[in-house]
Each structure stands twice: as structure tokens, then as C-alpha cells.
């Protein structure tokens, strides 16, 4: 079982950074796939980027990459998502997830956190 909370969203101007951070709880956190979703006012939840345990690959949706990086800290039990040059159109809650692959985590398992709002203003 995995516990996750997330945190860093707030609001920024378009060509902004921020920076989300996903607290997890258990002691197999090292042991998940980790990833990071969002979702729009009237879209579905949509798939951002994922991590494997042991940070060895991520794969990025093709709207983030080369904006966006996701990274992890296993020792202090928590996954990070930079995000640099913000356009209004990443503006969502944003969720992390855990799965025992990235596979699962792509495909939406297993474990979720609440969301931190980001939003980018023109």
C-alpha cells in the first residue's frame, strides 16, 4: 500500500517554472513505478510522464517533452516533476500515481494521489 500526496502547484505566468513534488508513504515506495497525470477543466485525465523504480527511464507525453522532467528520490520517498516554460494549456490538477510498472502507471494503476492545482497565466 502506498500513501501519496502532492504538492508545489500554484499560479504562474506563461514561460514560468514550477515544480511538483509527490510525498509517498510506505516502505516500498523504492519498489514502484512512478508517474504523473493531469487533467483540464472538461478533458479527461491525460498521461505526463513516468518514471521506473530505479530512475533508469522515463517517457514523457510528446505536449511535455523537452519542457518537463521527472525525477525521484528514493531515500527521501519522493518523485518530482520540473516543469519549465509553462504555456497556458498545461493548466490542470495534477496527479501522481504509483504502479508496479510503468505499464500500470501509464495505464492508470494503482495508487493515486489528491491533485495539486497548476495554472498558467497569458
Known amino acids: 500500500q502506498v500513501q501519496l500526496v502532492e504538492s508545489g502547484g500554484g499560479l504562474v505566468q506563461a514561460g514560468g517554472s514550477l515544480r511538483l513534488s509527490c510525498a509517498a508513504s510506505g516502505r516500498t515506495f523504492s519498489s514502484y513505478a512512478m508517474g504523473w497525470f493531469r487533467q483540464a477543466p472538461g478533458k479527461e485525465r491525460e498521461f505526463v510522464a513516468a518514471?521506473?523504480?530505479?530512475?533508469?527511464?522515463?517517457v514523457y507525453a510528446e505536449s511535455v517533452k523537452g519542457r518537463f522532467t521527472i525525477s525521484r528520490d528514493n531515500a527521501k520517498n519522493t518523485m518530482y516533476l520540473q516543469m519549465n516554460s509553462l504555456k497556458p494549456e498545461d493548466t490542470a490538477v495534477y496527479y501522481c500515481n504509483a504502479g508496479t510498472t510503468t505499464s500500470r502507471v501509464r495505464s492508470g494503476a494503482d495508487y493515486w494521489g489528491q491533485g495539486t492545482q497548476v495554472t498558467v497565466s497569458s
Open positions: 518514471i521506473t523504480w530505479n530512475s533508469r527511464n522515463t
